[in-house]
């Protein structure tokens, strides 16, 4: 069964930090774009951060380009996404997404985004607030 499990989400004051994971299963990460997206209530989905798993070539949302680091393990089969200097604005539910393909990385980012193109996760929810 192919699926990614997210975890690490909770409640933190802000400047606080979270690691969040995304494990993969039923398929490897190999030659895939993995993303991490952020919905919060009354807004529009957006894109947080992506990774390549075969480089580690990555892309930055502005609002979050230096206090969020995305990285992947592909022995574990997982991607991360260490966030810091959390703000209440961070707070949202948070997805991760995989999507095979060797479209540029903006470009497959935009894909899974826009589209839901990719296989989604559940989602795990991240508060800031103090």
């Known amino acids: 069964q192919v699926q990614l499990v997210e975890s690490g989400g909770g409640v933190v004051q802000p400047g606080g930090s979270l690691r969040l994971s995304c494990a993969a299963s039923g398929f490897t990460l190999e030659n895939t774009a993995i993303g991490w997206f952020r919905q919060a209530p009354g807004k529009e989905r957006e894109r947080v951060s992506c990774i390549r798993a075969n480089d580690g070539s990555s892309l930055y949302t502005d609002s979050v380009r230096g206090r969020f680091t995305i990285s992947r393990d592909n022995v574990k089969n997982t991607v991360y996404l260490q966030m810091s200097n959390l703000r209440p604005d961070d707070t949202a539910v948070y997805y991760c997404?995989?999507?095979?393909?060797?479209?540029?990385?903006?470009?497959?980012?935009?894909?899974?985004?826009?589209?839901?193109?990719?296989?989604w996760g559940q989602g795990t929810q991240v508060t800031v607030s103090s």
């Open positions: 997404v995989a999507a095979f393909g060797t479209l540029p990385l903006q470009t497959m980012c935009r894909l899974m985004n826009r589209t839901g193109f990719g296989t």
